[in-house]
């Protein structure tokens, strides 16, 4: 049964948008400014507030410092961190000394080679992309093969595509962003559909 993350939220329009729909997890971009999603820890704060309760936060951090990551997972604003740029294994490691909340570590997949290097991560789950997040392009989905532990399939999802890659792929969880908007915000209904796709597809896997 795959569940399913909407990422980039930025404004309080995306707050309710996903609680109306209400995905599993969402996700936000801190303090990368490369990214025109990124928001600041206050504003990541005020957002997190308005959340639906069952509704889990997940930080997107780019080789941020280890103290900021650890200080909005041990002060409960998000509950899961995404490291998204080149944290190394010792990064990850140390970074479990000063937080025992669950990691994410993404990968760009371009080889069998990839996989295998996202299979091996200390990180508590894995996420595997395209390569650079937000490009909306997906990645060789044949390279995937069995994994062998939870991970989250991202990279050019749509709501056109969404259901052969949970069918194929059979992932963790979904993670979209940049499909799910217009004119670079993120579309309430774009949303709700993507997460009824997904709920249509756990149906079936439990009449199975």
């Known amino acids: 049964m795959s569940r399913i993350k909407i990422c980039g939220l930025r404004r309080p329009e995306d707050i309710a948008a996903v609680n109306e729909a209400r995905p599993d997890y969402c996700g936000f971009i801190v303090e990368y400014p490369k990214s025109r999603r990124s928001i600041d820890r206050a504003t990541l704060r ?52 000063l937080t025992e909340k669950p990691l994410i570590q993404a990968f760009s997949i371009k080889s069998k080679e990839d996989v295998e290097r996202a299979r091996e991560s200390v990180a508590d789950y894995i996420l595997l992309d395209q390569g650079s997040g937000g490009t909306g392009k997906v990645f060789d989905w044949s390279l995937v093969g069995e994994v062998g532990r939870p991970y989250f399939l991202a990279g050019g999802l749509d709501v056109e595509n969404l259901r052969e890659a949970i069918g194929m792929l059979h992932p963790w969880a979904v993670d979209l962003s940049s499909s799910l908007e217009i004119d670079g915000r993120k579309d309430a209904g774009r949303i709700r559909q993507a997460v009824e796709i997904v709920r249509m597809e756990e149906t079936k896997d439990v009449k199975r």
């Open 46 to 97: 005020e957002l997190v507030r308005g959340l639906r309760e069952e509704i889990v936060p997940v930080g997107v951090f780019v080789n941020a410092p280890k103290e900021l990551v650890a200080e909005l997972l041990e002060e409960g604003t998000i509950q899961i961190a995404q490291l998204h740029g080149q944290e190394s294994q010792e990064y990850i490691q140390e970074l479990k000394v």
